[in-house]
């Protein structure tokens, strides 16, 4: 089975200040992972992903993740944050080569930037 | 191209009543998903359909239904409406190329069910 866990709900951080949203994976193999966010009565809109090579991705407006095995985490962050970036964060995962198997999703952590 | 679309963007249902959440996607994209995400839970998926003719059970398909007639539109049914199914919907797609992994997701649909 594969499962997603977000542990943080919420996350406040300071405009310009490097943010960190954290998420842990499990899967019974190699996954592809995903960052996607959502602002408000918007849909997901992708992020970035990691589907092989290297560790650390980078994504859309400044954000980057690192792949880490050894902890099975893929927290995602960005150097300094925006009032902008607020909004809610969801993680996803999917067993490498497992055919038509959906993503499975986190439960979101709600990211506000505060000026 | 559009993407993925939805109509309509909001509805209030009585208890017991149907409809359909209309979802289309202009991509030629062979996978789309139906999800549902309420306050705190995230998204769980409900159904999905790798092609046209072809349609899984996903989550918590309980009380909807869906079909796959066509590549572009994969609507989903709400047969007979219950307050739990105040939610917003919303369908996503994407390519077979496992290499271009990213799902596509529509603007949502949200639902009241009074």
């Known amino acids: 089975a594969q499962s997603v866990a977000q542990p943080e709900d919420q996350v406040n951080v300071a405009e310009g200040n490097p943010l960190t949203v954290k998420c842990t994976y499990s899967?019974?193999?190699?996954?592809?992972l995903f960052w996607y966010v959502q602002y408000p009565n918007r849909g997901l809109q992708f992020l970035l992903k990691y589907i092989t090579g290297d560790n650390l991705v980078k994504g859309s407006y400044g954000f980057e993740a690192e792949f880490n095995k050894s902890q099975t985490s893929f927290h995602l962050k960005k150097p300094s944050a925006l009032v902008s970036d607020s909004a809610l964060y969801f993680c996803a995962v999917r067993l490498r080569n497992s055919g038509n198997t959906p993503l499975v999703f986190g439960k979101g952590t709600r990211l506000s930037v505060i000026a | 191209n559009a993407g993925v679309t939805q109509t309509p963007k909001f509805r209030i249902l009585k208890i017991g009543q149907s409809m359909t959440l209309q979802c289309t996607q202009d991509m030629n994209h062979n996978y789309m998903y139906w999800y549902r995400q309420d306050p705190g839970m995230g998204l769980k998926l409900i159904y999905y359909?790798?092609?046209?003719?072809?349609?899984d059970k996903g989550e918590v398909p309980n009380g909807y239904n869906v079909s796959r007639s066509t590549t572009e539109d994969f609507p989903l049914r709400l047969e007979l409406a219950a307050p739990s199914q105040t939610s917003v919907y919303f369908c996503?797609?994407?390519?077979?190329?496992?290499?271009?992994?990213?799902?596509?997701f529509g603007p949502g649909t949200r639902l009241l069910v009074l």
């Open positions: 359909s790798v092609g046209a003719g072809i349609t």
């Open positions: 899967v019974s193999g190699n996954p592809y």
């Open positions: 996503a797609s994407r390519p077979r190329d496992n290499q271009l992994e990213t799902q596509y």
